[in-house]
């Protein structure tokens, strides 16, 4: 007899797209979806200021049994490592990144191969380029002024 246990994908489906009333449920969404993601995953987060990028790491940070209250926006560290999970988050935040190779000096792409740990990118349409194509791209928007749209973001097609 199979399984009726949804696989990670169809669960996943079925959290995206969605709208957050609160910062709370934004931050409970990030702990579903944190739930949902495998080792060496790559989140990559788009939208505006204010959109709760962050507060959605906080979520996902919360399902790797760490405090949420420990996970602050990288923007001017650019990267926030927290290894005291059940394995390591790491933060990126590419608002003050000019160029992709800044990031590349950072040593992002031994993050990103760290088949281990969760890696977060805030702004990550800065750094596009660099993702893996397996990332999962998340459009962060606007709706009201507490409401907050989430949604999958189509991938990138590879280059030809």
Same mark, same amino acid.
């Given at each position: ?16 797209p ?8 934004? @931050?409970? +969404? /990030?702990? &579903?979806?944190? %739930?949902?993601? !495998? $080792?060496g ?6 939208? #505006?200021? =204010? ?10 940070? @919360?399902? +790797? /049994?760490? &405090?949420?209250? %420990?996970?602050? !926006? $990288? ?7 927290? #290894?005291? =999970? ?9 608002y ?47 709706v ?17």
């Amino acid at each position: 007899m199979a399984s009726t246990t949804p696989s990670p994908p169809d669960r996943l489906q079925s959290l995206l797209p969605t709208t957050t009333h609160s910062q709370d449920e934004t @931050q409970s +969404l /990030g702990a &579903s979806l944190g %739930a949902l993601l !495998s $080792p060496g995953a790559v989140v990559a987060l788009y939208g #505006e200021l =204010g959109t709760g990028k962050t507060r959605l790491v906080k979520g996902i940070a @919360q399902a +790797l /049994g760490l &405090s949420p209250t %420990a996970v602050r !926006s $990288p923007t001017f560290t650019i990267l926030h490592t927290y #290894e005291e =999970g059940r394995r390591p988050l790491h933060h990126f935040d590419a608002y003050r990144v000019q160029t992709p190779d800044e990031f590349i000096e950072l040593g992002f792409e031994e993050y990103v191969a760290d088949d281990e740990g969760i890696t977060c990118i805030e702004w990550a349409d800065r750094v596009e380029t660099l993702l893996p194509p397996s990332a999962l791209r998340l459009e962060l928007t606007h709706v009201a002024p507490h409401q907050r749209r989430i949604a999958r973001r189509p991938d990138v097609p590879a280059a030809e």
